[in-house]
């Protein structure tokens, strides 16, 4: 609940897959995992591909936790010291877009503190020479989804959909 590792970045769930199990990554048990581009606008629908597992070659020397982070959302069934729904996502240029390799992560959960110890001065470059792309999507669904979804911290909702209107949940929705 209190750790500080070095972060090992994965840019997309696609780039997870392709890495994880890489006798290549460089990882160790004390490195954070980062899962990003996977929140309500980086990866419309925000489906649950926040299920970060432990890269083979830990699993294999008996590593069966670790920090991992992620924009993104998990099934109930995943397990294990996950922090997830970082807001704003990584697709928007929020905190999480500018982790990089190696970057040194603090988490604290008792103090509700997660923090990227990177310097001021080097964050400021960082977030000047950020390209934002969520312009993939040009029309339909997935436009109209991107273009009005918001922030995990505010629900995921859609913007259009807020009101004082409703209908009353009659029913236990699980």
Same mark, same amino acid.
């Given at each position: 609940?209190?750790?500080?590792?070095?972060?090992?970045?994965?840019?997309?769930?696609?780039?997870?897959?392709?890495?994880?199990?890489?006798?290549?990554?460089?990882?160790?048990?004390? /490195?954070?995992?980062?899962?990003?581009?996977?929140?309500?606008?980086?990866?419309?629908?925000?489906?649950?591909?926040?299920?970060?597992?432990?890269?083979?070659?830990?699993?294999?020397?008996?590593?069966?936790?670790?920090?991992?982070?992620?924009?993104?959302?998990?099934?109930?069934?995943?397990?294990?010291?996950?922090?997830?729904?970082? /807001?704003?996502?990584?697709?928007?240029?929020?905190?999480?877009?500018?982790?990089?390799?190696?970057?040194?992560?603090?988490?604290?959960?008792?103090?509700?503190?997660?923090?990227?110890?990177?310097?001021?001065?080097?964050?400021?470059?960082?977030?000047?020479?950020?390209?934002?792309?969520?312009?993939?999507?040009?029309?339909?669904?997935?436009?109209?989804?991107?273009?009005?979804?918001?922030?995990?911290?505010?629900?995921?909702?859609?913007?259009?959909?807020?009101?004082? /209107?409703?209908?009353?949940?009659?029913?236990?929705?699980?």
């Amino acid at each position: 609940m209190k750790h500080t590792g070095k972060a090992v970045v994965f840019e997309d769930i696609e780039d997870y897959k392709i890495k994880i199990d890489s006798l290549d990554l460089d990882v160790d048990e004390n /490195s954070v995992l980062v899962l990003k581009n996977v929140g309500p606008k980086g990866y419309p629908g925000m489906p649950e591909v926040g299920n970060m597992g432990i890269p083979k070659k830990l699993l294999d020397k008996g590593v069966v936790d670790m920090v991992r982070i992620s924009d993104g959302r998990m099934s109930g069934t995943g397990f294990g010291t996950v922090v997830l729904h970082i /807001s704003p996502e990584s697709a928007v240029g929020g905190m999480l877009a500018f982790v990089q390799n190696g970057d040194m992560i603090e988490l604290d959960v008792e103090a509700r503190q997660l923090n990227l110890l990177v310097e001021d001065e080097e964050l400021a470059k960082r977030k000047q020479n950020l390209k934002l792309d969520l312009n993939k999507y040009t029309r339909g669904y997935c436009k109209l989804y991107v273009d009005h979804v918001e922030q995990s911290h505010l629900g995921a909702d859609l913007d259009f959909l807020k009101g004082g /209107s409703g209908s009353e949940v009659l029913r236990d929705s699980h």
